[in-house]
């Protein structure tokens, strides 16, 4: 059982449909991160929240916009994406960002996204 | 920047045998953390064990256990006692001690591990 919790599992959108991801855990982390996952390669960071503020965008396209309502909800909004942006989208959890609070990442099972 | 090689893109087991996964990294840094990841087709990153790189000691967590080799740069995973439940995507990751940079773990390109009954 995974402690941080993703929804949608799957997702099928066309390039000009508003979707959104979310993420949620109530461990008391106070980091957040989403990252992108293509097939058979590792995961890449798209965007770090520490203490619900946005602290690393790793120059992800507008099209994909980060949300942070409270300490335990992450939500990704997707819009105008492309056939490119189809993934393994991950979440992941830690006690804090940075590395003062060495801990490892938490991470959910992901939403698979397709786009058409 | 820092950078993760795992060498061994697949790599298979028996049942019950031991296996060796590789990884060397490259870094400027004196201070860090190591990790293995596992990745079933659950799709979920399972952390199988962490090492600080100040520790000498090589981390252990029941049957996994690292090889780590400061000097060499390398950070090897065996597992002992391969279960079919084994099978999976492992990464290994680096992290930085700097706060700063703290919050970005970099991935291998990862070796996807068979058992075989």
């Known amino acids: 059982d995974t402690e941080v919790t993703q929804t949608p599992k799957h997702l099928v959108m066309g390039m000009t449909n508003k979707k959104s991801l979310k993420c949620e855990q109530h461990m008391g982390h106070r980091a957040m991160y989403w990252y992108k996952q ?28 980060p949300e942070c309502p409270n300490s335990s909800l992450l939500n990704l909004h997707l819009h105008a994406l492309q056939p490119e942006d189809s993934a393994l989208y991950l979440c992941a959890s830690s006690p804090r960002a940075g590395s ?10 992901g939403t698979r996204l397709t786009v058409t | 920047a820092q950078t993760v ?44 064990i962490r ?13 996994f256990s690292v090889n780590f080799q400061k000097a060499a740069k390398s950070f090897s995973l065996k597992i002992s ?37």
């Open chain 1, 38 to 65: 293509k097939a058979k390669k590792p995961p890449e960071l798209m965007f770090v929240y520490s203490y619900e503020k946005l602290s690393i965008n790793e120059s992800v396209p507008s099209r994909f916009s």
């Open chain 2, 51 to 63: 090492q600080e790189a100040y520790k000498q000691q090589n981390a252990t967590e029941n049957r």
């Open chain 1, 100 to 109: 003062s609070y060495n801990s490892p990442l938490h991470f959910g099972n």
């Open chain 2, 81 to 117: 006692d391969s279960q079919l439940g084994d099978a999976a995507m492992y990464f290994c990751a680096y992290r930085s001690a700097r706060e700063t940079s703290g919050s970005r773990l970099t991935f291998g390109e990862g070796t996807q591990l068979t058992v075989n009954p």
């Open chain 2, 5 to 48: 090689t795992q060498s061994q893109p697949e790599m298979s087991v028996q049942e019950a045998e031991t296996v060796t996964l590789s990884c060397t990294y490259d870094t400027s840094e004196s201070d860090y953390y190591l990790f293995w990841y596992k990745q079933p087709p659950s799709r979920q990153m399972i952390l199988v």
